[in-house]
């Protein structure tokens, strides 16, 4: 069965600290792997989106990291801001017919002044 | 380039109405896929349309029915509405249905 996890569920951090998300996949044949941010209450937007060769990728305090072996990904927010409080929601794409993007849960962070 | 826009963005609704929602989106994209959201959960897939045609459905009950018209927009109808339907209704485009995903900010249903 096709399924992602996300931990922590909920994480809370003051302004100005680093800190890493994960993202676990059993999702199989595997094509990209992205990470989406989710203010509450709005659609998700997409962070970074890495394939099945790519290891790193970075987009402004967000690193994503792939490891298509062991199927982990985390994302790191380096000197988080107060607006980074949000839901973080990994979504691994399938090439299966019919449903395409698997979601996991999200991890609910909270950056507090 | 407009992104995707759904609506209406919120919406009240009484047990056992119905509902219509739709979307459109990006222009040249083919693909739409509708998710359910319930408040601190991650989306839950309903289904994905491409080229006007099926292509997935998630475990959702028949009272959830879907189309896309020739110019890629769709709707979403919800039948017989339950208290346990309120929840954040997304919509995605992407150009095929298996490369990047682009979201609506979502229609909000509340059902009472």
């Known amino acids: 069965k096709n399924q992602v996890e996300q931990s922590p569920q909920s994480l809370i951090i003051l302004e100005g600290k680093n800190c890493t998300l994960q993202?676990?996949?059993?999702?199989?044949?595997?094509?990209?792997l992205r990470w989406y941010k989710q203010d509450t209450g709005r659609g998700p937007v997409s962070l970074t989106i890495?394939?099945?060769?790519?290891n790193t990728k970075s987009n402004g305090r967000y690193t994503a990291t792939l490891d298509a072996d062991t199927k982990q990904s985390s994302l790191h927010i380096t000197a988080s801001q107060l607006s980074d409080s949000a839901s973080y929601i990994c979504?691994?794409?399938?090439?299966?017919?019919?449903?395409?993007?698997?979601f996991g849960p999200g991890t609910r962070l909270s950056v507090l002044p | 380039d407009a992104g995707v826009t759904q609506s209406p963005t919120h919406l009240i609704k009484t047990r056992g109405q119905h509902v219509t929602l739709r979307c459109s989106p990006i222009?040249?994209?083919?693909?739409v896929s509708w998710y359910q959201q319930v408040l601190g959960q991650g989306p839950q897939f309903i289904f994905q349309?491409?080229?006007?045609?099926?292509?997935g459905r998630g475990n959702f009950p028949d009272r959830f029915s879907a189309r896309q018209f020739p110019n890629y927009s769709s709707e979403l109808n919800v039948n017989a509405l339950l208290l346990g339907d309120s929840a954040l209704y997304l919509c995605?485009?992407?150009?095929?249905?298996?490369?990047?995903?682009?979201f609506g900010q979502g229609t909000r249903l509340t059902v009472v």
């Open positions: 890495m394939t099945f060769s790519e």
């Open positions: 222009s040249g994209h083919k693909s």
């Open positions: 979504v691994v794409t399938t090439l299966n017919y019919g449903q395409n993007f698997v």
């Open positions: 349309y491409y080229e006007k045609e099926e292509r």
């Open positions: 993202c676990n996949y059993t999702v199989s044949p595997f094509s990209n």
């Open positions: 995605a485009s992407s150009p095929t249905g298996n490369t990047e995903a682009f």
